[in-house]
């Protein structure tokens, strides 16, 4: 186990509706990236969150974002949500931005009907 | 970076053979790649790392060979076990406008018969 967790595990939403989704990182440290798996896809890179701030961002909408908290855990939010938004979510956590291990959650399974 | 359709390119090896999975990276700038392991339903395990001025890179049951001349890494599993069945990622990190993103190759379904 990596000491990174993700609620909640599952999620249902519909079309148009707003969701959040928490992520708490491994205890030291102090960067939390967020990615998108598609069914039979690799992880798709979101943002990525360094003391705060978005340190990087992926090639999504604006209706995806995030917060990172002063204990550096972390929230996504997708707003308007679409059918094609119906995926695994993933946090990963790390101790600095580059060239260090990422350890992921388990991930929270999102389906919007 | 680069995706796939539903069908994973699969690897079937018996139980105690070694498995060699591929993968090709697509950023001569990279300079940090690792290998995960994902089981069904769960997150992304890491396996191993290197960094761009290793060739090689041993853990337990497991190496990592990189080759930066064609943009190639290699895992290689020795005694591959029934445990060891999953979809196998490679990532490099990259830092484009993008952060330090982890870009994901396509996957590698491992089987492993008994």
């Known amino acids: 186990e990596t000491g990174v967790t993700q609620s909640p595990t599952h999620l249902i939403k519909t079309r148009g509706q707003q969701v959040t989704l928490r992520c708490s990182s491994q205890?030291?440290?102090?960067?939390v990236s967020w990615y998108q798996q598609a069914l039979g896809q690799g992880p798709q890179f979101i943002f990525q969150y360094y003391r705060e701030e978005e340190n990087g961002r992926g090639n999504f909408p604006p209706r995806f974002s995030g917060l990172q908290f002063p204990n550096y855990s972390s929230e996504l939010n997708v707003n308007a949500l679409e059918l094609d938004d119906s995926a695994l979510y993933l946090c990963?956590?790390?101790?600095?931005?580059?060239?260090?291990?990422?350890?992921f959650g388990p991930g929270t399974r999102l389906l919007v009907l | 970076g680069e995706s796939v359709g539903l069908h994973l390119p699969t690897l079937s090896v018996q139980e105690g053979d070694n498995s060699i999975i591929n993968c090709a990276y697509s950023?001569?700038?990279?300079?940090?790649f690792i290998w995960y392991k994902q089981e069904s339903g769960k997150g992304p395990q890491f396996i191993i790392d290197?960094?761009?001025?290793?060739d090689k890179r041993q853990g337990q049951r497991v190496t990592v060979l990189l080759n930066k001349t064609v943009k190639h890494l290699s895992l290689q599993i020795a005694a591959t076990q029934p445990g060891d069945s999953a979809v196998y990622f490679c990532a490099e990190n990259l830092r484009p406008n993008s952060g330090y993103a982890l870009n994901f190759g396509k996957g590698t379904s491992l089987l492993v018969t008994p």
């Open positions: 990963a956590s790390s101790s600095g931005t580059s060239g260090t291990t990422q350890y």
């Open positions: 950023n001569s700038a990279s300079d940090y």
């Open positions: 290197i960094r761009s001025n290793m």
């Open positions: 205890s030291g440290h102090n960067t």
